[in-house]
């Protein structure tokens, strides 16, 4: 099979892999961050057209406030200081999630980077950050009602058309680290038919061999689709 085009990651294990060091869970998400750097670089490498790094997520909100502030503070850490690298590797931000609900700082952030990176034409990097899924399918279906009022023949198509990056065609690979088997409400819809890989690596030891790992993996996967015989 081909490698996937679009791969989404829960990167997971931040927090245990700080504690099995005896350090503080904020110091996990810092070696989070290096390792989200490391893995947008191989995805660009290895030729990947869209990551999708699910960042925080609507259940997020409930860790304390020091926590919360300190993921905020990454994410506006990495937007800033990523720019050069996006501009030389032709990598294009995209965001998923409920924007209007985090800090304004970061929204602007946020906007600022995908204006700024809208025309390069490389890996497109989508930071789902206040997403979750149900969410995402509450918003797009709300969107659709506002903008066509009969619900009635509501499609499948129409909401794919309200979803966050209608245009992003759906993962083929979800990946998970840290061992845990479940979604987590990340991308409900979009990864109605992708193919799991579940990794029992933290999320701050993965570097460019697991991504590799993972991906020659999924090329040895027999997809159906709810179908009976090998498309391929
Ligand atoms: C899950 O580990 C990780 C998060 C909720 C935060 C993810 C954030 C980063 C990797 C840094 C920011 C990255 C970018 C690209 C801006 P956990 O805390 O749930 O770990 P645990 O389950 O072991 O406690």
Not at 12 to 33: F, I, P, S, Y
Not at 121 to 148: C, M, P, S, T, W
Not at 207 to 222: H, Q
Request: charged share 30%; hydrophobic share 40%; with cysteine.
């Amino acid at each position: 099979m081909q490698k996937p085009v679009h791969v989404g990651i829960i990167m997971d294990g931040n927090g245990r892999w700080a504690k099995q060091r005896g350090l503080v869970r904020t110091q996990g998400h810092l070696e989070g961050l290096a390792a989200a750097k490391r893995i947008v670089k191989a995805a660009s490498d290895i030729g990947i057209k869209y990551l999708t790094l699910y960042v925080f997520s609507t259940e997020n909100w409930k860790r304390t406030a020091e926590e919360v502030g300190f993921i905020m503070g990454l994410i506006k850490q990495y937007l800033r200081a990523e720019f050069d690298f996006s501009k030389k590797n032709k990598i294009r931000v995209r965001h998923a999630g409920d924007i209007t609900a985090l800090p304004k700082d970061i929204q602007k952030e946020i906007i600022d980077t995908i204006k700024d990176t809208a025309d390069f034409e490389g890996l497109q990097v989508v930071l789902a950050i206040n997403y979750g899924g149900r969410d995402e399918i509450i918003r797009a279906v709300r969107k659709f009602a506002a903008a066509n009022g009969d619900m009635e023949k509501i499609s499948e198509k129409d909401i794919c058309a309200y979803l966050d990056n209608p245009d992003i065609p759906d993962p083929d690979l979800i990946i998970r680290s840290a061992g845990e088997y479940r979604t987590s409400n990340f991308l409900l819809w979009e990864g109605a038919y992708s193919e799991f890989y579940i990794s029992k690596k933290f999320w701050p030891d993965w570097d460019k061999e697991d991504l590799e790992a993972a991906v020659e993996d999924f090329m040895t996967r027999d997809r159906r689709f709810g179908s009976v015989a090998n498309q391929e």
